[in-house]
């Protein structure tokens, strides 16, 4: 079962989600906060960590986390610090007991990954939508609303009505008609 490891907790960080499983990664490793200690509370070992984007607050424990369980960590972008291998626009990348298609989408910054699988019902949407129809700040350096609108429509060229979790990357997670959320995120993309 996917888990956010900072549910709770009390700083500026991400989500933080553990994917237990035949390749178990870690999504996004937060910051300002014990991940290791949360990680080791629940598994023994990390296979990966993969980035949804390298802004500071989802990558702020990046070296505790690649020093306690020397992981390699898959990103967009290798040329960024910390990013050991790309993840290819389409490419697979398997997380727990899934495969995900990983799908690039610019607009909140320009490494930005969602990882959506089909058999599982989930979507890691990363800083690009969140519940009720909020969508990824776009006012930060390398963000842009054109960008970013045509990212949210091309997740939902992927995704459908059967959609069982998002995951997001502040905030809770969506579970109920997840795929409502995206498209009413596309909406209010426009019409800020």
Known sequence: MIANLAQGVQAFTSNVYLVPGDRTVLVDPGANFDVVAAIRSRVDDLDAVVLTHTHPDHVGNLAAVTDAFAVDVWGYDPSIDGVDHAVADEERVQLGDHEYVALHTPGHKNDHLCFYSDDAGVLFAGDLVFQNGSFGRTDL????????????????????EDLAEMHTGHGPSVTNQPYGHVELSARMARQA
């Open 141 to 160: 350096e390398e963000g842009d609303r054109e960008t970013l609108i045509r990212s949210i429509d091309r997740v939902l060229e992927w995704i459908d």
